[in-house]
């Protein structure tokens, strides 16, 4: 299948990058064809991270946001910057690049799907469920498109009746917007050696959750950020805490990658740190509906 241009990965960027080109095709009056293909089930399927969002490029990509819909319900209120100890929460002078006045504290998922559907209101083709599992390449080397996987391959390794073979899409430009180390855009790196006389990069694991709480514990807008317990002095880590609107609350924990001890668990010091007194409140009686890492 050809196109003028292919874009792998249906996350944020990946999709204001087709809904700008095709915007900018109409300005010029020319026709541009984009096709959009992401490996979850639907667009937002895998984004489950509660968010601040600074809505200026959403300014910019649409000016009548509002008019069209956008999920952005609930404005920042209070931000709070704690350092927790095992039993105190000791409140810091927020830094200024965490004041979140004229943020939104938002679902990016529906964020996304919202997106998805501005997008193919334009013209762009996506499609769902469909992972690209290589990348092409012409004889001289230069990016020619990608590849999906095949579906329908049982666990022992055969075709099943529901067997389709991957498709191969070529494009006069490709784009990957995998997000943070995607399965193809490190091929890219070593192939093309990207990351030569670039700082490295930090890595961390993220675990999130969704929570439902009860209507007296939600405060819509606040956020919250922490550091300090349960991490010892020698770990990098912290979480977030967003509070949505219909009484959801986003949950999460980062640790750093270069964390010393071999027996720590990250998911465990997330738990721990849901039992803190400044913390446990939020969620007393609720329930969580989600999670992932």
């Given at each position: 299948?050809?196109?003028?241009?292919?874009?792998?990965?249906?996350?944020?960027?990946?999709?204001?990058?087709?809904i700008r080109l095709k915007q900018l095709a109409a300005e010029k009056g020319r026709e541009?064809?984009?096709?959009?293909?992401?490996?979850?089930?639907?667009?937002?399927?895998?984004?489950?991270?509660?968010?601040?969002?600074?809505?200026?490029?959403?300014?910019?990509?649409?000016?009548?946001?509002?008019?069209?819909?956008?999920?952005?319900?609930?404005?920042?209120?209070?931000?709070?910057?704690?350092?927790?100890?095992?039993?105190?929460?000791?409140?810091?002078?927020?830094?200024?690049?965490?004041?979140?006045?004229?943020?939104?504290?938002?679902?990016?998922?529906?964020?996304?799907?919202?997106?998805?559907?501005?997008?193919?209101?334009?013209?762009?083709?996506?499609?769902?469920?469909?992972?690209?599992?290589?990348?092409?390449?012409?004889?001289?080397?230069?990016?020619?498109?990608?590849?999906?996987?095949?579906?329908?391959?049982?666990?022992?390794?055969?075709?099943?009746?529901?067997?389709?073979?991957?498709?191969?899409?070529?494009?006069?430009?490709?784009?990957?917007?995998?997000?943070?180390?995607?399965?193809?855009?490190?091929?890219?790196?070593?192939?093309?050696?990207?990351?030569?006389?670039?700082?490295?990069?930090?890595?961390?694991?993220?675990?999130?959750?969704?929570?439902?709480?009860?209507?007296?514990?939600?405060?819509?807008?606040?956020?919250?950020?922490?550091?300090?317990?349960?991490?010892?002095?020698?770990?990098?880590?912290?979480?977030?805490?967003?509070?949505?609107?219909?009484?959801?609350?986003?949950?999460?924990?980062?640790?750093?990658?270069?964390?010393?001890?071999?027996?720590?668990?990250?998911?465990?010091?997330?738990?721990?740190?849901?039992?803190?007194?400044?913390?446990?409140?939020?969620?007393?009686?609720?329930?969580?509906?989600?999670?992932?890492?």
């Amino acid at each position: 299948m050809e196109y003028d241009v292919v874009i792998v990965g249906g996350g944020p960027s990946g999709l204001a990058c087709a809904i700008r080109l095709k915007q900018l095709a109409a300005e010029k009056g020319r026709e541009v064809n984009v096709c959009l293909i992401e490996k979850g089930s639907e667009i937002g399927a895998h984004i489950l991270s509660g968010a601040v969002l600074e809505p200026r490029a959403l300014d910019e990509l649409f000016p009548d946001w509002k008019a069209l819909g956008a999920p952005l319900n609930t404005p920042a209120g209070e931000d709070r910057f704690l350092f927790l100890t095992e039993k105190r929460a000791i409140k810091l002078p927020t830094p200024p690049q965490m004041h979140n006045h004229g943020n939104y504290v938002i679902s990016l998922g529906s964020l996304c799907r919202w997106l998805g559907q501005q997008a193919e209101g334009l013209g762009v083709e996506i499609y769902p469920g469909f992972a690209a599992a290589e990348v092409l390449y012409h004889e001289d080397g230069s990016v020619k498109g990608v590849a999906t996987g095949d579906l329908g391959i049982g666990k022992d390794g055969q075709h099943t009746e529901n067997y389709q073979p991957g498709m191969e899409l070529h494009a006069k430009q490709t784009i990957f917007a995998e997000g943070c180390r995607g399965s193809l855009t490190k091929t890219l790196m070593q192939k093309f050696n990207l990351r030569a006389g670039v700082d490295p990069q930090a890595y961390g694991i993220g675990i999130k959750e969704l929570w439902e709480v009860k209507p007296e514990r939600h405060q819509p807008g606040l956020i919250v950020h922490t550091t300090g317990w349960p991490m010892d002095r020698q770990t990098y880590g912290g979480s977030f805490l967003y509070h949505l609107e219909n009484n959801q609350v986003a949950v999460g924990f980062v640790v750093g990658l270069d964390y010393q001890n071999p027996w720590m668990s990250p998911f465990d010091e997330f738990q721990r740190f849901k039992t803190h007194p400044a913390i446990r409140g939020f969620f007393e009686n609720g329930r969580r509906i989600a999670y992932g890492a």
